[in-house]
């Protein structure tokens, strides 16, 4: 066996092959070639992977899967490029490990760059690799990861390595909504090659090693004059907390390889199979009268919805997507009695959970996952309206809330809206309403909804009035005090079947989990209708 100490190859030359060896000596030249592969180009090349804090691909692997599940497939494969010094340079693997293994006994695929080969970049050998194990994913119907950590398209391959990357994508739309799609951003990803991670269902990053952007920082000096970091143009806070292309973000692969098998175990295999469900040590009849004490009345204090969350799903555990973007509202996904959901909630914390463009593609976003995935969806309502002003309206406002309402109205899965407090003009009715096709809308007994808030529905609808009056602010109050009793009341949406059921704060947890088993037998009867997830 030969270990050369150039970073690029790891082989038994051919030529020391006796065609006529026995067996056994055959098992021992496999054995060889296995070993190499495995072992990578050099230990210079994986030390120097290390010195940048990045794990090498063996080594993720190991975090990504149960022990000992992994299977390898094409280990052996090598590129077949001629020219620019490239038939001298034929390591094993072209610099992406295949293959599927286990993550908490079920099947899960995944492609991984090897940046110690070629910096993870792709030719064609190692796009065709990549095209066999995401057929596999979608043929078996698993979950398919992706770990990212390459330089890009191979420009010593030319065209074909532009190639590769459409057939990338367009498995990536295929299975769209029919298996899970992870991207997990371990290195640089630039160029086209940033568009398959958009094309997934969830990104995660690392600080400090991941970046994604389609043009780097050297081009864009040159084209534009601006001087900018790596980081600060593509790094994991950029995408998690500005652009939204992340969805989690992480201080280390290890809690970030944590999160991704967790992630795995809330979803299903495929759109046709329910989420899996475990036993539950939570009991769903456990009541909620910190609720009581938690949410305000008064419907222009502040709370965390987080907090509310927290108390009506199994052991307070929310596994929040898109945690530091669009922070006005929340979107994760929870069990409830032991069943997957998906929660939606405005977050009066944050701009007051006014909805905006950001909150609502988010919102939007999650909610066409969760149906693709047979999720059970619960809506959080406590909304003021869409944000007003003219960069939202000139941003898309109409265009992007547009898209909430479209991904709830088309949704198949059960959906449960709970109104905590007030719900005003159509971002009461984008929220999924019971107008737009929820299943069930339940109220608390402090619920307000209306077009609009009682002083500026009385300053429109009495504004004459108001300004004839010898006291105009004494006419104002009276007018609005009977705006509130007339039309704002907690049973006004009640009366007239807007409203399921005005219910007791304390037996939120109880009702919702009822409601939802319920639902889940009356949506089994139903035949499947699954769509793919396009990025909005």
């Given at each position: 066996?030969?270990?050369?100490?150039?970073?690029?190859?790891?082989?038994?030359?051919?030529?020391?092959?006796?065609?006529?060896?026995?067996?056994?000596?055959?098992?021992?030249?496999?054995?060889?070639?296995?070993?190499?592969?495995?072992?990578?180009?050099?230990?210079?090349?994986?030390?120097?992977?290390?010195?940048?804090?990045?794990?090498?691909?063996?080594?993720?692997?190991?975090?990504?899967?149960?022990?000992g599940t992994f299977r390898e497939i094409e280990q052996l494969r090598r590129h077949r490029a001629t020219g620019f010094g490239l038939?001298?340079?034929?390591?094993?693997?072209?610099?992406?490990?295949?293959?599927?293994?286990?993550?908490?006994?079920?099947?899960?695929?995944?492609?991984?760059?090897?940046?110690?080969?070629?910096?993870?970049?792709?030719?064609?050998?190692?796009?065709?690799?990549?095209?066999?194990?995401?057929?596999?994913?979608?043929?078996?119907?698993?979950?398919?990861?992706?770990?990212?950590?390459?330089?890009?398209?191979?420009?010593q391959e030319g065209v074909t390595a532009l190639a590769g990357y459409g057939g990338i994508f367009r498995r990536n739309v295929r299975?769209?909504?029919?298996?899970?799609?992870?991207?997990?951003?371990?290195?640089?990803?630039?160029?086209?090659?940033?568009?398959?991670?958009?094309?997934?269902?969830?990104?995660?990053?690392?600080?400090?090693?991941?970046?994604?952007?389609?043009?780097?920082?050297?081009?864009?000096?040159?084209?534009?004059?601006?001087?900018?970091?790596?980081?600060?143009?593509?790094?994991?806070?950029?995408?998690?907390?500005?652009?939204?292309?992340?969805?989690?973000?992480?201080?280390?692969?290890?809690?970030?390889?944590?999160?991704?098998?967790?992630?795995?175990?809330?979803?299903?295999?495929?759109?046709?199979e329910m989420p899996p469900m475990v036993a539950a040590t939570d009991p769903p009849g456990r009541t909620n009268e910190p609720l009581?004490?938690?949410?305000?009345?008064?419907?222009?204090?502040?709370?965390?919805?987080?907090?509310?969350?927290?108390?009506?799903?199994?052991?307070?555990?929310?596994?929040?997507?898109?945690?530091?973007?669009?922070?006005?509202?929340?979107?994760?996904?929870?069990?409830?009695?032991?069943?997957?959901?998906?929660?939606?909630?405005?977050?009066?914390?944050?701009?007051?959970?006014?909805?905006?463009?950001?909150?609502?593609?988010?919102?939007?976003?999650?909610?066409?996952?969760?149906?693709?995935?047979?999720?059970?969806?619960?809506?959080?309502?406590?909304?003021?309206?869409?944000?007003?002003?003219?960069?939202?309206?000139?941003?898309?406002?109409?265009?992007?809330?547009?898209?909430?309402?479209?991904?709830?109205?088309?949704?198949?899965?059960?959906?449960?809206?709970?109104?905590?407090?007030?719900?005003?003009?159509?971002?009461?009715?984008?929220?999924?309403?019971?107008?737009?096709?929820?299943?069930?809308?339940?109220?608390?007994?402090?619920?307000?909804?209306?077009?609009?808030?009682?002083?500026?529905?009385?300053?429109?609808?009495?504004?004459?009035?108001?300004?004839?009056?010898?006291?105009?602010?004494?006419?104002?109050?009276?007018?609005?005090?009977?705006?509130?009793?007339?039309?704002?009341?907690?049973?006004?949406?009640?009366?007239?079947?807007?409203?399921?059921?005005?219910?007791?704060?304390?037996?939120?947890?109880?009702?919702?989990?009822?409601?939802?088993?319920?639902?889940?037998?009356?949506?089994?009867?139903?035949?499947?209708?699954?769509?793919?997830?396009?990025?909005?």
């Open positions: 066996m030969t270990v050369t100490d150039n970073g690029l190859d790891a082989t038994v030359p051919l030529a020391t092959i006796d065609p006529y060896s026995n067996l056994r000596t055959r098992v021992d030249e496999l054995r060889a070639h296995r070993a190499a592969a495995e072992s990578g180009p050099s230990a210079r090349a994986s030390a120097a992977q290390h010195a940048k804090g990045k794990r090498d691909v063996r080594e993720r692997l190991d975090l990504l899967f149960d022990a038939e001298d340079r034929r390591p094993h693997t072209d610099g992406v490990v295949t293959g599927w293994g286990e993550v908490y006994g079920r099947t899960v695929f995944v492609y991984a760059h090897d940046f110690r080969i070629f910096g993870g970049s792709l030719g064609e050998a190692h796009a065709e690799k990549i095209h066999k194990v995401m057929d596999l994913a979608e043929a078996a119907g698993a979950p398919l990861v992706c770990l990212s950590d390459g330089a890009g398209a191979r420009i299975s769209s909504g029919v298996i899970p799609q992870i991207s997990v951003m371990l290195g640089p990803c630039a160029g086209g090659a940033a568009y398959s991670p958009a094309l997934t269902d969830f990104v995660f990053m690392v600080r400090g090693i991941s970046q994604m952007y389609i043009t780097g920082p050297d081009v864009v000096q040159a084209v534009t004059g601006e001087r900018i970091t790596h980081d600060d143009l593509g790094g994991a806070d950029v995408h998690s907390g500005v652009s939204g292309a992340s969805a989690f973000v992480y201080q280390d692969e290890a809690e970030c390889f944590a999160d991704v098998r967790h992630l795995i175990s809330l979803l299903p295999s495929n759109n046709r009581l004490d938690l949410v305000p009345a008064d419907p222009s204090r502040s709370y965390d919805m987080r907090e509310v969350i927290e108390e009506i799903i199994d052991d307070g555990d929310l596994f929040e997507v898109h945690a530091t973007w669009a922070t006005n509202i929340i979107c994760g996904l929870a069990r409830m009695d032991g069943h997957v959901v998906g929660i939606v909630a405005n977050q009066p914390a944050s701009m007051a959970g006014v909805l905006d463009i950001n909150a609502s593609e988010k919102a939007a976003r999650f909610v066409q996952t969760c149906d693709a995935f047979s999720v059970p969806l619960v809506t959080l309502v406590d909304v003021p309206g869409f944000l007003p002003g003219s960069s939202q309206e000139r941003g898309g406002i109409i265009r992007h809330g547009a898209k909430l309402l479209y991904a709830y109205c088309n949704a198949t899965v059960p959906r449960i809206q709970l109104i905590l407090r007030k719900a005003y003009g159509g971002a009461y009715i984008v929220m999924d309403s019971r107008s737009i096709g929820a299943d069930l809308s339940y109220a608390w007994p402090i619920n307000e909804i209306a077009v609009m808030g009682a002083e500026g529905a009385a300053n429109v609808v009495f504004r004459r009035e108001i300004a004839a009056a010898e006291d105009p602010e004494l006419a104002r109050a009276q007018r609005i005090k009977q705006y509130q009793q007339e039309l704002m009341h907690p049973y006004y949406a009640a009366e007239r079947g807007l409203v399921d059921g005005v219910i007791d704060p304390a037996d939120t947890r109880a009702t919702l989990i009822s409601a939802l088993a319920m639902l889940r037998a009356k949506y089994a009867r139903l035949p499947a209708r699954k769509h793919g997830n396009p990025p909005v």
